[in-house]
């Protein structure tokens, strides 16, 4: 976003040029045009399973035969509701609840379709690329406010996770939801989170004046991509950003 005389415009603009008054785009408006494969309720449902699920195991052969989906009562009667509807609407009845002191865990057979697509939807509890895409702009939403319930921070709009395929799914689904991210590692870790992170939901463009501008001596690979329009999503360092060839401004890319 360039600011001239008049207010601000959208234009690519060479990293020379930039001033302190300029703004650099983190995310951009994702134009999804699918309806949608998957109902609302089953979208809930996968973030609920990849944050608070659990498997059950077998204690004589060790085969998994049911997920819990878990949550305090006491603390989070808002997530039970929510819980509750999307469960009694995919089962087409109420998930049975097991109670420990003020944690509930709602009940999905391995008998179930349900049990089954979650496992076919998210091999090993992880949330997919293939997933994220195939949801439409209400679901991409939906499911990073039920992913933020389950293991984040709505009210900052962080979110905990270990360093796996659902945090790194989950960065691609805030950006597609108009995000900047960044990804570090989470701050005060104890000794048995040591390899949690945090995911940082950002505004979707960062002020120049705020960046160190110079230059870098740098020795190895360079990247150059091609795309139709010249630009793409960098992730660098845990943070994301739109940036794209400089010989290559074409207005279409703008809009």
């Not at 204690?59 to 006491?74: C, E, M, N, P, V």
Request: hydrophobic letters at 30%; glycine letters at 8%; a neutral charge.
């Amino acid at each position: 976003h360039i600011h001239e005389s008049g207010g601000w415009i959208q234009r690519i603009h060479t990293s020379e040029n930039l001033n302190n008054w300029d703004v650099i785009p983190l995310s951009a408006v994702y134009n999804n045009p699918t309806s949608g494969q998957y109902t609302n309720d089953f979208v809930q449902c996968i973030g609920w399973f990849v944050t608070e699920g659990t498997y059950h195991y077998s204690t004589k052969d060790g085969h998994r035969y049911a997920i819990l989906i878990h949550q305090s009562s006491g603390r989070n009667k808002e997530n039970c509701e929510l819980i509750r509807k999307c469960l009694a609407n995919l089962i087409g009845e109420p998930a049975a609840e097991h109670t420990y002191k003020n944690d509930i865990g709602f009940y999905i057979s391995g008998k179930t379709q349900l049990y089954k697509q979650l496992n076919d939807v998210c091999p090993n509890k992880q949330l997919t690329l293939e997933f994220i895409l195939s949801l439409n702009n209400y679901q991409l939403d939906l499911l990073l406010e039920t992913v933020l319930r389950g293991d984040g921070d709505r009210g900052r709009k962080r979110f905990f996770q270990k360093l796996n395929e659902t945090m790194i799914s989950s960065q691609i689904l805030a950006i597609l939801c108009g995000y900047g991210t960044r990804l570090a590692i989470k701050e005060k870790n104890k000794p048995i989170e040591k390899d949690v992170h945090s995911l940082s939901c950002l505004f979707p463009h960062s002020g120049v004046e705020s960046l160190k501008k110079g230059w870098v001596d740098y020795s190895g690979d360079i990247w150059c991509p091609e795309t139709s329009l010249g630009t793409w999503i960098v992730k660098n360092n845990g943070a994301t950003f739109i940036t794209g060839n400089s010989y290559s401004l074409d207005k279409d890319a703008v809009e």
